[in-house]
């Protein structure tokens, strides 16, 4: 098969797997398809540049039987590279600080036991299943990784592979940069680069697909409908008290700019004649901004998190919300006014100190003022001694299993203008 043959099939494996697993299309069409003969088969960066080695892809294509099955097998490659990303690999094996190739394996079991409808593994590629390691599916890649670790049993099975030729699947498993993922791609350019956040802002996309899909379909696998919920629904409703707290603070705040006035009659007035009543006078809408933490300890998940809180402010009160980039200095506002708007942003200002008192003062200068601010830190942060004439409002983020971290000293601050949201 010629390169422009081999890029076509992909293609049309990538748009097959869309129709038929449509909740994976924003991770697939983030991929940047590139062809390099360094791979065994296929891999994947931590930027989402996709590798396929073509002289593979013709071996699927000759040995399938017929074009529906090679889609089938090459969607089924398709899939597995982006679940390596979707599911943290990457950053798991970084805080795990695992040996990049067992790791490789470990993160092959946790994702080959879904069985998705219209993929079916590659016959000429054997992969890699629980059952060829006697071990039982449905484990994350860290038990896997300790089994394969400490079992001297597993090591030999390891081993054989590894002489067996065991392909490398790239940085967006284990987080370690290959040579060879600055090859070529079919636009001839660079590596692509994404940030953090916008992963992040992937990954939720993906996984509220998963969700809905789960409620009106029986095919999505038990461990992907963990991860969707587990992506998008804490334990804690705190979104839920964010938005009660939102509420009366914006209440609070539209109750010091609106006041009486007899500039215009009442459109009661002839109950209370001869008495002339006064009018509410002011703006109504209610304005609301956002301050996040964008310093250097605020990782992209964090980031991302704080996003999306801004955009359940956004839906919450189908208002628009101005957006303040801040770490040791407050950048430029960004307005936000529905939902699409999330993907308009790929990169928020910052990675310096942190200094929240600085985005707090940008807020309370916007013109018009707003009725409240809700400043979204990590909470390593110095915090105002005193409390603002306009309500602020503290969402301090942070991970399950974090230790105690800083909040507003208390007093002045009170409990109701501190939320803890928990990843």
């Known amino acids: 098969m010629t390169p422009t043959e081999v890029f076509n099939l992909l293609r049309f494996a990538r748009a097959y797997i869309v129709q038929e697993l449509p909740w994976f299309a924003p991770a697939l069409f983030r991929c940047r398809l590139c062809l390099t003969g360094a791979v065994p088969v296929a891999a994947i960066s931590v930027n989402m540049d996709i590798f396929f080695n073509p002289q593979a892809v013709a071996v699927i294509n000759s040995t399938a039987g017929s074009k529906e099955a090679a889609l089938r097998q090459l969607a089924f490659l398709w899939v597995h590279e982006i679940s390596h990303i979707l599911r943290e690999h990457a950053e798991r094996a970084t805080e795990f600080n695992a040996e990049p190739q067992l790791w490789n394996i470990a993160a092959d079991l946790e994702i080959n036991d879904s069985r998705w409808q219209g993929t079916q593994a590659p016959v000429a590629f054997k992969g890699i299943f629980p059952k060829n390691f006697n071990l039982p599916e449905g484990q994350i ?4 990784y300790r089994q394969l670790l400490n079992n001297a049993t597993l090591q030999q099975k390891v081993i054989q592979l590894f002489e067996q030729g065991l392909q490398d699947e790239g940085s967006g498993i284990h987080g370690h940069p290959r040579e060879w993922e600055l090859g070529e791609s079919e636009t001839q350019e660079q590596p692509q680069e994404l940030s953090e956040l916008e992963i992040q802002v992937m990954r939720r996309s993906v996984a509220e697909e998963i969700e809905k899909a789960a409620k009106t379909q029986s095919n999505i696998p038990a461990g992907w409908e963990r991860w969707a919920e587990a992506v998008l629904k804490p334990q804690i409703n705190w979104r839920l008290i964010l938005k009660k707290r939102m509420s009366v603070a914006i209440a609070q705040g539209l109750g010091m700019r609106l006041n009486y006035s007899f500039a215009r009659p009442s459109r009661r007035q002839a109950q209370y004649l001869p ?9 109504m809408e209610p304005r609301v901004a956002c301050v996040i933490d964008t310093s250097g300890s605020m990782s992209g998940k964090y980031i991302a998190q704080a996003l999306a809180e801004v955009f359940a402010v956004l839906e919450a009160f189908r208002i628009p919300v101005t957006l303040i980039p801040c770490d040791a200095e407050a950048y430029k506002p960004i307005t936000v006014a529905n939902s699409a708007d999330r993907f308009t942003i790929k990169q928020l200002q910052g990675g310096g100190g942190t200094d929240m008192v600085a985005g707090i003062t940008a807020a309370l200068a916007l013109q018009p003022p707003p009725d409240t601010v809700l400043v979204l830190t990590d909470g390593y942060t110095d915090y105002p001694p005193i409390p603002y004439k306009i ?4 969402g301090i983020i942070k991970g399950t299993y974090a230790s105690k971290t800083p909040e507003p000293p208390m007093p002045p601050w009170t409990k109701g203008s501190v ?3 928990v990843l």
């Open 141 to 144: 890649v860290e038990w896997y």
């Open 275 to 283: 008495i002339l009543p006064p009018t509410l006078s002011g703006n």
């Open 391 to 394: 309500p602020v409002i503290f």
């Open 419 to 421: 939320l803890a949201i």
